[in-house]
């Protein structure tokens, strides 16, 4: 069966399954930290990531601002957009059944991706790569972009992770999900942690959506169709666990490369068939340490 | 009261197809069906099937498939449609009970996407121009239902039917341990029964009937296209459910009634449909809970406490 693959095929799809992992490990790592503090699944991750691409794609052809001044620019103005949107619909429900921070947040998705889409239409935008170019490894072509984007996604995942598993704000973070009354009698603003943490991951889906812009094609629709697979992984790597969502972002992205080498046919459905065995041999998670 | 409201209910169902486009009441009809399958789980059980498209939409490709290729009658093909649907449920159901509350729905909702894609890959399913032609055969082998206004009549007393299921279906002994699976589920649990059982056999039910709508659709339409199995669907009936009333028998019907009038209202407004969805449905999780229908029934309570004082 491994009659002609060669190692361009074999290689570039590892890479592309890299890239995908690599967004896929950024965007359910910002989920499965919200739902570590807040218990919201935030189903509007895909969309505050289009946010990210498009508010990216704004500041270049509206303001002449380049991609690196929108790999700072963009996070926080999404960052801020979630900030509102924390106060404006989550909050007045955070006593509620999780269930319904979860459908609140599928109708913000429905909201903002409709406008979106009713001011810019539905097709894809193109934004240039800010690194053209790349160099020859000599069994593949690795653009200096793509190069990039795995780098600075395996800086950001392992920063994040040591700051709220190893720093002192982080265990307040962890505390707080425990006992959020306690912790508040430390005197932490606890309601006003559970906000700046909503902002932060949701900033980290602004960030992941700037990353993507000049890969993908920036599209109202880029963030649901990504969310899928998202929910699988999360699903997949135990819903609290920040280091789990990461690796299983990661190596579900080069099972899927791979796939499309080796079965191309199946490469769209392989997420879904790990997420079937997954919930009936592992069904707590495979990093959930066994709580369910 | 309750039965001179069954009345005007039933001589306006029947009235309506004389003043209204019947192929806009058959919609609504199917749709009421959907909402009360998609109710029977989060209304009764406490479960969150945020993939409930899957079983309308691959039921309406099945049913168009053996109408299309078969010559039997129409009765028995939405029969056999409802339950593929139906066994389509039992193992969604199998695999999901593992995981609660949030999970559930997390686990529902990539289904729904696989089914999606499996329907998008089929050959039979004709991809993203959709199934076209689907045939309206007669009902019973004999008797002629090709006219909109005498089709309707048949969607409607499928409706009667579907609903009336559901009625027995929640106020059985069976629906009982439902509820208290939703109030309660490790009581239940300590009471010797499984709740995971019951949860799968919920399931099975739920997706059976959402089935039993998607055949019926895709008969009144003769086509059968890729959005009955798309997620905006599946969202389409948690607004209907929890706009009407969550947990009320009425409920998902008045909102599956008044989508589907806006819908047809906003359909030429592009996006605005969708984006006026997403709106109410902010607004009824911040404000209106209990829905139209809940928080009507409460007012009526009200009115009654202060009469008896």
């Not at chain 1, 069966?1 to 799809?13: A, E, R, V």
């Not at chain 2, 593992?98 to 559930?104: A, N, T």
Request: charged share 10%; net charge neutral.
């Amino acid at each position: 069966m491994f009659d002609g693959i060669t190692p361009q095929l074999l290689f570039g799809q590892l890479l592309i399954g890299v890239i995908n992992g690599s967004f896929y490990a950024m965007l359910a790592m910002g989920l499965a930290i919200i739902f570590g503090l807040m218990h919201v699944v935030n189903f509007a991750h895909g969309a505050q990531y289009m946010l990210g691409a498009f508010v990216a794609w704004l500041l270049l052809n509206y303001l002449g601002v380049p991609y690196w001044g929108a790999l700072v620019i963009a996070p926080v103005v999404v960052a801020c957009f979630g900030l509102v949107m924390e106060r404006l619909i989550l909050k007045p429900i955070a006593n509620l059944d999780h269930l319904y921070s979860l459908l609140v947040t599928y109708a913000a998705t429905l909201v903002i991706e409709g406008l979106i889409r009713q001011q810019y239409g539905s097709t894809g935008l193109p934004y240039n790569s800010p690194l053209p170019g790349g160099v020859n490894l000599g069994f593949m072509f690795m653009p200096w972009y793509r190069l990039w984007v795995v780098v600075f996604s395996v800086v950001t995942c392992l920063a994040t992770w040591l700051l709220i598993e190893h720093t002192k704000l982080g265990a307040y973070l962890r505390a707080a999900n425990q006992s959020p009354e306690i912790v508040e009698s430390f005197g932490i603003n606890v309601p006003r942690m559970v906000t700046l943490t909503y902002a932060f991951g949701v900033g980290l889906a602004g960030l992941s959506g700037v990353l993507a812009a000049p890969i993908y094609q920036v599209s109202p629709s880029m963030g649901s169709t990504l969310m899928i697979t998202i929910f699988a992984v999360v699903v997949i790597g135990g819903m609290g666990s920040i280091l789990g969502a990461i690796l299983t972002g990661y190596l579900l992205g080069i099972v899927e490369g791979l796939t499309k080498v080796f079965y191309p046919e199946g490469a769209n459905l392989v997420i879904f068939f790990i997420m079937l065995l997954a919930l009936i041999f592992r069904p707590s998670g495979l990093f959930s340490g066994g709580k369910n | 009261m309750r039965i001179a409201l069954i009345l005007i209910g039933a001589a306006l169902a029947l009235a309506a197809p004389f003043f209204v486009y019947p192929v806009l009441l058959m919609t609504i009809l199917c749709f009421v069906i959907f909402a009360a399958s998609f109710n029977l789980l989060l209304g009764y059980v406490g479960l969150l099937c945020f993939g409930q498209a899957m079983f309308l939409g691959l039921s309406a490709y099945i049913a168009g498939q053996i109408l299309k290729t078969t010559g039997i009658s129409i009765e028995l093909a939405i029969m056999a449609a409802a339950l593929v649907s139906a066994a389509l449920g039992a193992f969604v159901g199998f695999v999901a009970v593992r995981r609660s509350g949030i999970q559930f729905a997390m686990i529902t909702f990539a289904f729904a996407q696989f089914v999606y894609f499996l329907l998008l890959q089929s050959e039979f399913t004709g991809g993203e121009d959709g199934m076209q032609g689907i045939p309206r055969t007669h009902l019973f082998g004999i008797i002629d239902i090709s006219d909109s206004r005498t089709f309707y009549y048949f969607v409607l007393a499928m409706t009667v039917l579907a609903i009336f299921v559901v009625y027995r279906v929640v106020h059985s002994p069976f629906g009982e341990i439902l509820k208290a699976i939703r109030d309660n589920e490790p009581r239940v649990e300590s009471l010797g029964f499984r709740p995971e059982r019951f949860k799968i056999l919920a399931m099975t039910i739920s997706a059976g009937l959402a089935g039993f709508a998607g055949a019926l659709k895709a008969t009144v339409f003769g086509f059968a296209t890729l959005t009955d199995v798309s997620w905006t669907v599946s969202g389409e009936v948690i607004l209907m459910t929890l706009l009407g009333g969550l947990g009320t028998l009425t409920g998902p019907m008045v909102g599956a009634g008044i989508i589907i009038l806006m819908n047809d209202e906003l359909a030429q407004f592009g996006e605005w449909a969708l984006i006026a969805q997403g709106i109410i449905l902010i607004l009824v999780i911040l404000f209106l809970r209990r829905g139209v229908v809940g928080e009507a029934g409460a007012l009526v309570r009200r009115m009654k406490a202060r009469r008896a004082k």
